[in-house]
């Protein structure tokens, strides 16, 4: 009987031992190297039901990154293949290129420690004082928000 024990035991410590093992340090998520991410703001303007915002998706692929990036400026842009793409090593920064007609525009933030958002360098509003969050798409069928007014500018 006490042999059984002692086996029981001994193989209940080695499993949770290996069970330990196989788990990952515990460390902010961050962003993950490889996939498909979605970061998105885009809202519903409540008087007119135009859509407001941006939305970046970012394929992380072994040897590249590409984005497509959307806006609007009433309806929801073209989507527009981003060139010059760069992801920090440690997926806390990110810039691209995007052509806009005969415009070049270089777009670049930070990704917050768990990647669940992306700050834009920038703001919307004409003082800047309210950043272009975009928070990661988790949902694809939830309905865009409404958007809010920007505050009233600093004096």
């Given at each position: 009987?006490?042999?059984?024990?002692?086996?029981?035991?001994?193989?209940?410590?080695t499993?949770?031992?290996?069970?330990?093992?196989?788990?990952?340090?515990?460390?902010?998520?961050?962003?993950?190297?490889y996939?498909?991410?979605?970061?998105s703001?885009?809202?519903?303007?409540?008087?007119?039901?135009?859509?407001?915002?941006?939305?970046?998706?970012?394929?992380?692929?072994?040897?590249?990154d590409?984005?497509?990036?959307e806006?609007?400026?009433?309806?929801?842009?073209w989507?527009?293949?981003?060139?010059d793409?760069?992801?920090?090593?440690?997926?806390?920064?990110?810039?691209?290129?995007?052509?806009?007609?005969?415009?070049e525009?270089?777009?670049?933030?930070?990704?917050?420690?768990?990647?669940?958002?992306?700050?834009?360098?920038?703001?919307?509003?004409?003082?800047?004082?309210?950043?272009?969050?975009?928070?990661?798409?988790?949902?694809?069928?939830?309905?865009?928000?409404?958007?809010?007014?920007?505050?009233?500018?600093?004096?």
């Open positions: 009987m006490k042999i059984s024990r002692l086996l029981l035991l001994t193989l209940a410590a499993l949770a031992s290996a069970h330990a093992a196989g788990k990952p340090a515990s460390k902010p998520a961050g962003l993950p190297r996939g498909m991410l979605v970061y703001d885009l809202c519903v303007h409540q008087g007119s039901g135009e859509y407001g915002g941006q939305r970046i998706t970012l394929q992380r692929f072994a040897e590249v590409t984005v497509i990036y806006y609007t400026a009433g309806g929801l842009s989507p527009l293949v981003a060139s793409v760069n992801v920090d090593p440690r997926g806390k920064m990110m810039y691209f290129t995007v052509q806009e007609g005969e415009e525009r270089t777009i670049s933030g930070k990704f917050s420690p768990d990647g669940n958002t992306l700050t834009l360098d920038g703001g919307y509003c004409e003082d800047q004082s309210q950043p272009m969050v975009l928070a990661k798409v988790r949902d694809f069928s939830r309905q865009p928000r409404t958007c809010k007014a920007c505050p009233a500018p600093k004096r």
